[in-house]
């Protein structure tokens, strides 16, 4: 009987892999169109219809009025996973009834089940799309992910920014107009 060990270095070899195939689909993905570039802060954001998770069909419109924060993920991106929880708790914190923003985390994932696994392991508690052909990511110019724009009550992009950030929590309450927020909780979270 093989020992824990073997078994251990097999697992490893097959994860990396899978993730070197995951980065090489995800590259090849963003040579489809090499001259894409991130909608300028001031301009209007792409229009967008995704299917969500939950079976409904969201349409970036359906927010007009509203600001919304989207962010572009993946199941098997690492800085991904860890930007989940960031962006949770600040909606849990922050996202009230009468709210006027909105998140929305669109999936780059291939497969569907993949972004649903992922969302209910993150106990993700906003909506996940789920850009099926990448057109989405394309319009958007994301070549790399976590991609996180911010989008104001008029359609424009008001924020935009690529990678995970630690402060994201502070500049979000900014980019929305919350104020005393505490990322430790200390402070009130009112508008």
């Not at 990396?16 to 980065?23: G, K």
């Not at 922050?94 to 985390?105: G, N, P, V």
């Not at 993700?124 to 052909?133: G, S």
């Not at 924020?159 to 929305?176: C, F, H, K, N, P």
Request: net charge neutral; proline share 6%.
């Amino acid at each position: 009987m093989p020992s824990r060990s073997v078994f251990a270095i097999v697992g490893l070899v097959l994860f990396t892999v899978w993730i070197t195939w995951r980065a090489k689909t995800i590259e090849a993905g963003f040579a489809r169109n090499p001259s894409a570039h991130h909608p300028a802060h001031g301009t209007p954001a792409p229009a967008f219809r995704l299917p969500a998770l939950d079976g409904r069909s969201v349409a970036l419109a359906d927010y007009r009025g509203r600001n919304v924060v989207i962010t572009f993920w993946a199941s098997w991106c690492g800085p991904c996973r860890m930007e989940m929880p960031i962006l949770r708790a600040f909606y849990e914190r922050t996202h009230k009834q009468d709210a006027d923003f909105e998140i929305l985390a669109i999936s780059t994932d291939s497969a569907r089940e993949d972004a649903a696994t992922a969302a209910t392991e993150l106990k993700i508690p906003f909506l996940v799309l789920h850009d099926t052909d990448g057109k989405i990511s394309d319009q958007y110019g994301v070549n790399a992910i976590p991609t996180l724009f911010v989008i104001d009550k008029r359609g424009f992009v008001s924020y935009s920014r690529v990678g995970l950030d630690m402060t994201m929590e502070i500049m979000l309450a900014q980019q929305l107009g919350i104020k005393n927020y505490s990322p430790t909780g200390t402070s009130g979270a009112g508008h």
